[in-house]
């Protein structure tokens, strides 16, 4: 991690830990994917087999909502691009509420979406914690890599939250 005095003041960079939040986000959905497909016989929206589509939730359940989540987090703090304008020009162009309002909620906006990726990590940790202990897997293989993939799935919150903690002040 960079640190760089400037004025009297540290300030960290945050690359370093968006490659690592990248790098557990993309193990843990690969981990996800082995499990489903190899150990829980794959993930099928239109089957007969209520298994396989049952395994269509914790697939999106993570992808869907913490990955993806994640990764908006990290682009938003952490990625100058163009079209950040052009949302922030939809969502505070509107002259609806006054500029001291807008400023007063976005910590809460901010804190608010950190403390509902954590919850959802919670809530997925517990699916698989609870999956596991259903299907009696404490010493073999699947059991695991269950154990793995949570892991992979906490460290990436872990992460990703100090990335887009550390870039407030990068």
Known sequence: MDV????????SSASGLTVVAHFFGILATILMLVWLLHYREGIDLDSDDARRVFNVHPF???????FMAGEAMMAYKTVKAEWQ??????VFLPRSSPSHSKAMIAPWHVNGGRALLFMAIATALTGLMEKATLMRLQHQNEGRLINL???????FGISVDFSVSLARYA
């Open 60 to 66: 999106l359940m993570f992808f869907g909502f913490i």
């Open 85 to 90: 304008w052009l949302v922030g020009l939809a």
């Open 149 to 155: 993939l949570a892991l992979c799935i906490l460290l």
């Open 4 to 11: 760089e005095r400037d004025r009297g003041r540290y300030h």
